[in-house]
């Protein structure tokens, strides 16, 4: 299952929070006790995001962070990439790793389409569309089904 992780969750919710005035200072304490999401967490996140470029941040009395640019101009693929690392479903999906059975791996090439159909998809989101509140979309039939037996594996 192509799964992110709990810290790209946290991240999203919490530049989302920083969307809602993108041109105010915010601290970190500030935005952990917004989103419930543990202060050590939203200030690692916030380092990540600096990192990126995502944030810029200020130091001094009134310092903290802002978005470095206007939500709309901040993409689903930029947030991920952030915390995770370049999206790729598979190693050798990120086009710059060679495995010892690439000579003869007829799926690679393959993969590496899949991952970049997936980024550009994640570049057509952006964090003011994430920042909206949407209502909830019911899964197609094959992947309820999907979910269920999954859930019935693990809880072997």
Known sequence: MLRLSKLTDYGTVVLAQMAQSPGAVQTA?????ATRVAPPTVSKLLKYFARAGLVTSQRGARGGYTLARP?????????IDAVEGPVAITQCSLGHDRCG?????GVGHNWQRISLTIRDALK???????????????????????????KRRDAK
């Open 101 to 105: 059975i690439e000579p003869v791996c």
């Open 124 to 150: 057509t989101v952006t964090l003011a569309q994430l920042a909206r509140p949407a209502a909830p979309i019911v899964p197609p039939v094959e992947m309820r089904v999907a979910l269920a037996d999954l």
């Open 71 to 79: 939500p709309e101009l901040i993409t689903a693929v930029q947030i």
């Open 29 to 33: 304490t500030g935005l952990a006790t």
